[in-house]
């Protein structure tokens, strides 16, 4: 079982910048591929950033593009989520999330494609 465990979250002013972290215990995650998702208040989960178990592939949603960026250290088996230029439409909680994820676009994007997720780290970007 993969239980995974986020971290970096804050209050940031528009602009800003953080950086997310997760860190799965009880086992390595390097040959998973990791997903982002975030959900804000009266909202559905949405996909934010993938990377894939080798870090060779990411994928973004369009509004993050240019902002954000994923990377992986599976040497520190760790994933991050660096945001930059942030603003207050990306205040939401953010979920780390764990699967074996098939390459294509409507699959990346898909809470369901991920068995495995963290409890969540807030992200509030004030205006």
């Known amino acids: 079982q993969v239980q995974l465990v986020e971290s970096g979250g804050g209050l940031v002013q528009a602009g800003g910048s953080l950086r997310l972290s997760c860190a799965p215990s009880g086992r390595t995650f390097t040959t998973y591929d990791m997903g982002w998702f975030r959900q804000a208040p009266g909202k559905e989960r949405e996909f934010v950033a993938a990377i894939s178990w080798s870090g060779g592939a990411t994928y973004y949603r369009d509004s993050v593009k240019g902002r954000f960026t994923i990377s992986r250290d599976n040497a520190g088996n760790t994933v991050y989520l660096q945001m930059n230029s942030l603003k207050p439409e990306d205040t939401a909680v953010y979920y780390c999330?764990?699967?074996?994820?098939?390459?294509?676009?409507?699959?990346?994007?898909?809470?369901?494609?991920?068995?495995?997720w963290g409890q969540g780290t807030q992200v509030t970007v004030s205006s």
């Open positions: 999330a764990a699967g074996a994820v098939q390459w294509h676009t409507p699959v990346i994007v898909s809470t369901a494609s991920y068995p495995y």
